[in-house]
């Protein structure tokens, strides 16, 4: 049984297993994640979360980030959740389904902060929850089906909490079981006009998840089994599917690498855009600074016809809906090919503000939106997802035509963003909200996770002085 295969993945996997180079990968998406969320601070969706999680206190749980508020673990994965999530600029993966592996950190850190984990066992379970969903998604696509990714959430992070723990088997399997069997997502999370809910679905799966873990933890059983039963997952949500060997040695392989981990497949995003606009963005840049020095600094004014050529997977989530030329909210702008191109054409930039109320009401924006057609180009229908090609062709009234092709964004595997630009992108998120001695610590904290006997110590350093 798949559930009882994966129980048995979360009790082998040690940190003495992963590489140098998944290890620093873990702390790269901790610093990413931790920048995300502080970035997110004052969002509508996560002060709804916080402050719902602080009508419960409990002194031994888990910190409700930038507060001093300890709460239950699960409470405080989903708001901690939200805040990773909402600026739609933490990691992702793209295989048959996409996902935000990184969405499973706020629940590592919250499990981990409650029985005072090591920095080492804090990023053995990250490893793992990457592990766990990323072969989920190479596995089979839920979209499709009318399901939304983050329904292997649940498993990824029930077993991250698993290994936190220090599970048995026994107690691994049901907690798999009891996480598959009432955690099951809706697409129309992301179809249409997007409501709050998008930065909300994932900490929810993930609350669930810890939920399911502790539950297990006291000895409740589960269903079983859980993927392979009559009305199981395979029958009704998924369909039939083999999960290829897990990195490091999950005793189904007859060899071990961990390198093979997925985590070092995932992507950093250089902008706060749904990943698949990522190259459309850098073509836009880049086609703006083509017309202004062949035409002048008001050259975009006279552009007529707007080309955004992609592949079926991009232009589904991105460029279909009709919403997606008329946003209303930042979630559905941020998930819209038309509204991250025409802004990227008039500002020269894509920055948080590009999404804010007022720029979304913008006339000028709206009308340049209304020039923008999405086509899918059979030449880059196969490219995906080892490549990510946008090419966007730009006419102009007197009859002159750009074009820019970008495959590989920054923040792609094949194009990794360094260190240090990492660490500005963190810093450029937290200003305001941290002052620099501390952004300095945080920063050298991460960088030494390894370290921390109790991953408590990371919590007073995302203290925010905000009354909310």
Not at 129 to 149: M, N, S, T, V
Not at 414 to 441: H, Q, T, W, Y
Request: with cysteine; aromatic share 8%.
């Amino acid at each position: 049984m798949l559930a009882a295969r994966l129980a048995r993945y979360c009790r082998s996997l040690r940190y003495e297993r992963l590489s140098d180079a998944v290890i620093h990968e873990v702390k790269r998406r901790v610093l990413d994640s931790l920048g995300c969320a502080l970035g997110a601070w004052s969002a509508p969706p996560c002060r709804i979360a916080r402050h719902l999680a602080q009508r419960v206190t409990i002194t031994t749980g888990a910190t409700l980030w930038g507060t001093a508020h300890k709460t239950l673990p699960d409470l405080a994965t989903f708001a901690n959740g939200a805040l990773v999530r909402y600026l739609d600029f933490n990691d992702t993966y793209l295989a048959k389904e996409p996902a935000h592996p990184s969405d499973n950190i706020p629940a590592v850190l919250a499990i981990g902060e409650a029985v005072h984990a090591s920095g080492r066992r804090v990023i053995e379970a990250i490893a793992l929850a990457y592990e766990i969903q990323c072969r989920f998604c190479d596995a089979a696509a839920l979209r499709p089906r009318g399901w939304d990714h983050v329904t292997y959430g649940s498993f990824s992070s029930a077993l991250a909490a698993a290994k936190i723990l220090q599970f048995s088997n026994a107690q691994a399997f049901h907690a798999v079981n009891l996480a598959g069997v009432a955690n099951v997502a809706l697409r129309q999370t992301r179809v249409g006009d997007l409501s709050m809910w998008k930065a909300c679905a994932f900490s929810n799966a993930a609350r669930n998840g810890i939920f399911a873990a502790m539950l297990a933890k006291h000895g409740m059983t589960g269903p079983s089994p859980i993927f392979e039963g009559e009305k199981g997952f395979m029958k009704l949500v998924s369909g039939l599917f083999d999960l290829s060997p897990f990195g490091g040695d999950d005793g189904e392989s007859t060899s071990s690498g961990s390198d093979s981990f997925r985590i070092l497949d995932t992507y950093i995003k250089r902008y706060p855009v749904e990943y698949h606009a990522q190259s459309a963005v850098e073509a836009a840049l880049e086609l703006r600074s083509d017309l202004i020095q062949a035409e002048g600094d008001q050259a975009v004014e006279h552009v007529s016809d707007i080309e955004v050529g992609s592949y079926d997977v991009a232009i589904e989530i991105i460029g279909r809906d009709p919403e997606k030329w008329q946003p209303s909210t930042r979630e559905t702008a941020d998930h819209s090919f038309p509204y991250c191109v025409a802004v990227a054409l008039l500002d020269g930039r894509v920055s948080l503000r590009s999404f804010g109320r007022k720029r979304l009401q913008d006339g000028t924006l709206r009308e340049l939106m209304k020039r923008v057609r999405v086509v899918r180009l059979p030449e880059l229908a196969d490219c995906y997802p080892k490549t990510m090609p946008t090419r966007i062709t730009v006419r102009t009234r007197a009859g002159k035509t750009y074009t820019r092709q970008k495959d590989i964004p920054l923040g792609h595997p094949a194009n990794p963003m360094s260190d240090r630009e990492l660490e500005a992108k963190f810093r450029r998120l937290v200003s305001g909200r941290l002052g620099r001695a501390r952004i300095d610590r945080l920063i050298q904290l991460v960088w030494t996770l390894e370290r921390l006997k109790d991953i408590g110590m990371l919590m007073p350093l995302l203290r925010i002085n905000a009354r909310s």
